[in-house]
């Protein structure tokens, strides 16, 4: 225990030693991360300054791109540095931080996908309710509710997380400080943690699961009770689409989150970690929103005004 003071900074082992790789990599890392922020900025932007997106989907997308630029930005930007300077440490605080942002900010967006999903319910299977059930007030409180449960499930074990002793060694089998490789160098017996480490995923990414499943398979349902054939097309390309993200996401998290132990496998698990923290950020934007042809309306209306000016 007298030994804890010796940790200063952690080491992260990331992809690989090779230098040629490394460079690859953080021009690969560099590209996917300004797409990512470019197309959630644009969410961002077309759904504040057209009042015809003013509705509660594109609240809940507008939401959803502020979480996705924080999710990517807790882990790219340091990944990048490292790859680019060769500099693999990073220091117990920033380490703590990225672990805090990384798990509050993901788990947000798990009841942000499920508020999302129902949602979209509720506009497709009770159209003519749809205005008096999603309400301004109802999407704020679901918003805050997302926010308050994402902050509040995690709060606790990374409190308890952060009091523990780090006595060395302080190498993290991975490119972000991530849960599993994290607790593995405490000196302290973490099975208790871990247990509830386990439980907590099990609430947040099972409970919020059931409830986009359940509403994307009535959703589904009624879509096949659609009379006309290219309406009944579109509405299950757009939820075809949409399920696809969804369960790149979910499967991603469930495989690396849902198991009691982490303790082997984290070389693979860095392989699964590019779904949740580079893949689907960079397909969000594209699938959500910009394959809209409302949003792509709005789009070419603003692209329009500012061609003028």
């Known amino acids: 225990m007298m030994n804890s003071t010796v940790v200063r900074d952690f080491i992260l082992m990331g992809f690989t030693d090779d230098r040629k790789l490394q460079i690859l990599l953080f021009l690969l890392l560099m590209g996917t991360y300004l797409l990512t922020l470019s197309g959630n900025v644009v969410i961002i932007v077309i759904t504040l300054s057209d009042h015809r997106l003013n509705t ?5 997308l507008r939401n959803f791109a502020l979480l996705e630029i924080g999710f990517t930005s807790a882990i790219i930007p340091k990944a990048m540095a490292n790859l680019a300077t060769g500099q693999i440490t990073i220091s117990i605080a920033g380490c703590f931080m990225q672990f805090f942002l990384y798990f509050v900010l993901g788990t947000t967006e798990f009841f942000l996908l499920a508020v999302m999903s129902f949602d979209r319910y509720v506009a497709i299977c009770h159209p003519l309710r749809y205005s008096t059930i999603m309400n301004n007030t109802i999407c704020s409180l679901l918003v805050g509710f997302s926010w308050a449960g994402g902050l509040l499930l995690i709060l ?3 409190i308890a997380l952060f009091q523990m002793p780090f006595c060395g060694p302080n190498t993290i089998n991975h490119f972000f400080c991530d849960n599993g490789p ?3 160098l405490a000196c ?3 099975s208790l943690l871990e247990l509830m480490d386990f439980f907590i995923a099990i ?12 509403s994307y398979a009535n959703i589904i349902f009624n879509i096949t009770r659609i009379p006309l ?7 299950i390309s757009t939820c075809s689409s949409h399920i696809i993200v969804v369960s790149l996401f979910y499967g991603s998290c469930i495989f690396m989150y849902l198991r009691p132990s982490q303790s082997e496998g984290f070389d693979f698990n860095k392989g699964v970690s590019i779904l949740n923290t ?3 950020p960079l397909l969000n934007p594209f699938i ?17 005004k500012v061609l003028k000016n």
Do not use: H
């Open 229 to 235: 054939t290219q309406e009944r097309q579109k509405a």
């Open 182 to 184: 994290l607790l593995k």
């Open 288 to 304: 959500y929103t910009l394959r809209n042809k409302q949003v792509q309306e709005v789009f070419r209306d603003i692209r329009k």
């Open 188 to 190: 302290l017996d973490t």
């Open 156 to 158: 606790g074990p990374a």
């Open 203 to 214: 609430l947040s990414l099972v409970g919020s699961l059931v409830v986009t499943v359940v």
């Open 56 to 60: 509660p989907m594109y609240f809940f």
């Open 278 to 280: 580079m893949v689907t």
